[in-house]
């Protein structure tokens, strides 16, 4: 009868001689953020459920920025997300064809990756995302983010950085996360409008990436856009 206290870790890893050099160094990376994400606890197949699986979401799309390795320091794209729920699902097929844990995890949700699209907004729905006032707090935070996105080109991670040190005055100067180069941003009135609103920090309006787009999805059926929404989301 499978087991349900199966340990998922490097005893794992280190029994699977097969492995290439590069697969093994995936596996690792993965068990090193299940390590941090648990406060160095050993985690069972029989601790995985949904509730698990939606938490270590969240975690890899914040990242740990008190981590003292640089690796665990980093947040996840969606699409990088999904390759790491990947190999997670792999130490569990593999362990699933041994007999050694049943195939309950097959019945859970796990995170989607998307091909990032670039979609431009006619004129006419720009103006009704711009025209339209939510009627909840939540919804107009969620619509000045993507106001500013719209006007900037900003990946999610770099919007929610915005600063008053990041204002020169006549322009918005950011530190590209990804490629760690600076890009500078005229600041005209429009834009201007809605960082003044915050005090030019957008610190207040973060939320996890995937619940951004959840929230834009929402808002853009309400101002009746039919654009595709991952419009907001900028993989470069």
Not at 82 to 101: A, D
Not at 132 to 159: A, C
């Amino acid at each position: 009868f499978p087991s349900h206290d199966t340990q998922l870790s490097e005893e794992y890893i280190n029994s699977r001689l097969d492995l290439t050099k590069r697969h093994k160094q995936k596996l690792e990376s993965l068990v090193s953020r299940i390590k941090d994400f648990t406060y160095g606890k050993k985690v069972y197949y029989s601790s995985v459920n949904q509730k698990w699986i939606d938490s270590f979401t969240m975690y890899l799309q914040e990242g740990n920025p008190d981590s003292e390795d640089k690796n665990l320091q980093k947040s996840q794209q969606p699409s990088t997300i999904n390759k790491t729920f990947s190999f997670f699902k792999q130490i569990l097929n593999h362990l699933n064809r041994e007999g050694t844990i049943d195939d309950r995890y097959k019945s859970f949700k796990y995170p989607k990756g998307f091909q990032s699209k670039k979609v431009i907004l006619t004129e006419e729905e720009i103006k009704k995302f711009i025209q339209y006032k939510p009627l909840s707090k939540k919804l107009q935070k969620v619509k000045d983010l993507g106001l500013v996105q719209l006007m900037t080109g900003l990946r999610y991670s770099d919007l929610i950085k915005i600063r008053k040190t990041n204002n020169t005055g006549k322009s918005l100067e950011i530190m590209n996360m990804k490629t760690k180069k600076y890009t500078s941003i005229p600041l005209h009135d429009e834009l201007n409008n809605v960082l003044q609103k915050y005090d030019y920090d957008l610190s207040e309006l973060a939320i996890s990436n995937v619940n951004y787009n959840k929230y834009l999805k929402e808002l853009m059926k309400l101002a009746k856009i039919d654009a595709t929404v991952e419009v907001f989301y900028f993989e470069n």
